[in-house]
């Protein structure tokens, strides 16, 4: 039986042609070869559909800035952008317009977090916002107030690691400059003058205004007392002073059109002067006259007293 077995066994294998061993060899190669194309197939969609959604991003990104660029151009073409928004205030508080404040614009400067030439913007002071692209990265920013000169009137606390992104806006923190510290305010120059008369202190029989005593006081446009004091001059010399009162005002003598009064006591702001020209006890001649007093350099205003037609004038 053991012997049948074995002859069979033998007679089997040697019925197998020896190029059907080599054939499946063949075969079983080439399934593998096709295993693998297909695996990189799949791999090779895969990695498609990672990139694709990143160059989409990236087009929508530099879109919203106003361009597109492909992945590979975003983090070189495509910028961000930066935006900023400012107000200014007196030494003490008050509000002041750019006029009042001297100032031409508001200059920002920009340092990179990993060195190189800093980046420098400036915006129109008037607009009170600005709005500019720049190259994405970090970085730390100083912002100036500026006069037309470029001179510096004040500085707003830095920010830092401030983080400007492909085709984003970073809106930075608001910021407002304080301008003038009372000793450096600008000089304030008045003349006052009355309306329609040669002299401010010759009696009327003599062609002049007749005014006997003067009352001055000032208001900021936000409301309060201003207690400058004035210098008075005449002909380059000081003949006296006057220190402004508001609840109870200094009656000086005559003022007349060939003085000056002086003072650097008005911090940058707005202001209504009131002057009041008295004949005896009568406010016979007045004026209301508003000043916008800058932060830097000199204002000189002439002004312009009427008559009234309160009895005894």
């Known amino acids: 039986m053991?012997?049948?077995?074995?002859?069979m066994s033998n007679t089997i294998h040697n019925q197998i042609p020896p190029h059907r061993t080599a054939n499946t060899k063949t075969r079983l190669l080439?399934?593998?070869?096709?295993?693998?194309?297909?695996?990189?197939?799949?791999v090779g969609k895969a990695g498609t559909l990672f990139t694709g959604p990143l160059v989409l991003l990236a087009m929508v990104a530099c879109d919203g800035a106003g361009g597109t660029a492909t992945a590979a151009q975003a983090t070189s073409t495509c910028p961000g952008s930066v935006s900023l928004a400012?107000?200014?205030?007196?030494?003490?508080?008050?509000?002041?317009?750019?006029?009042?404040?001297?100032?031409?614009?508001?200059?920002?400067?920009?340092?990179?977090?990993?060195?190189?030439?800093?980046v420098f913007l400036a915006f129109p002071c008037a607009n009170s916002t600005g709005i500019s692209n720049l190259t994405p990265g970090l970085y730390d920013v100083t912002t100036e107030l500026h006069d037309a000169r470029g001179a510096r009137?004040?500085?707003?606390?830095?920010?830092?690691?401030?983080?400007?992104?492909v085709g984003r806006t970073k809106v930075l923190a608001p910021v407002t400059f304080a301008v003038g510290p009372g000793a450096g305010n600008s000089l304030v120059a008045l003349t006052l003058e009355t309306e329609g008369v040669a002299s401010n202190c010759q009696p009327s029989s003599s062609?002049?205004?007749?005014?006997?005593?003067?009352?001055?006081?000032?208001?900021?446009?936000?409301?309060?007392?201003?207690?400058a004091m004035f210098i008075r001059n005449r002909g380059g010399a000081q003949i006296g002073t006057y220190q402004v009162n508001?609840?109870?005002?200094?009656?000086?003598?005559?003022?007349?059109?060939?003085?000056?009064?002086?003072?650097?006591?008005?911090?940058?702001?707005?202001?209504?002067?009131?002057?009041?020209?008295?004949?005896?006890?009568?406010?016979?001649?007045?004026?209301?006259s508003h000043l916008d007093v800058p932060a830097s350099g000199q204002l000189q205003t002439r002004i312009v007293l009427r008559r009234q037609t309160a009895p005894g004038c």
């Open 153 to 165: 009137l004040a500085t707003a606390p830095p920010q830092t690691s401030v983080p400007v992104a």
């Open 30 to 42: 080439d399934a593998l070869r096709v295993t693998w194309r297909r695996w990189r197939s799949h």
């Open 2 to 7: 053991l012997e049948k077995a074995s002859h």
């Open 207 to 227: 062609g002049g205004a007749g005014i006997t005593g003067t009352t001055i006081t000032i208001v900021r446009d936000g409301g309060g007392c201003a207690p």
């Open 246 to 288: 508001c609840s109870s005002p200094q009656i000086a003598g005559c003022i007349e059109r060939d003085e000056t009064l002086t003072t650097t006591g008005l911090a940058p702001a707005g202001y209504t002067v009131h002057v009041r020209g008295k004949i005896g006890a009568v406010d016979c001649w007045a004026a209301d």
């Open 86 to 118: 400012w107000s200014i205030t007196s030494s003490s508080g008050q509000p002041l317009t750019c006029t009042q404040a001297g100032a031409t614009n508001a200059a920002l400067r920009f340092q990179s977090r990993t060195g190189g030439t800093p």
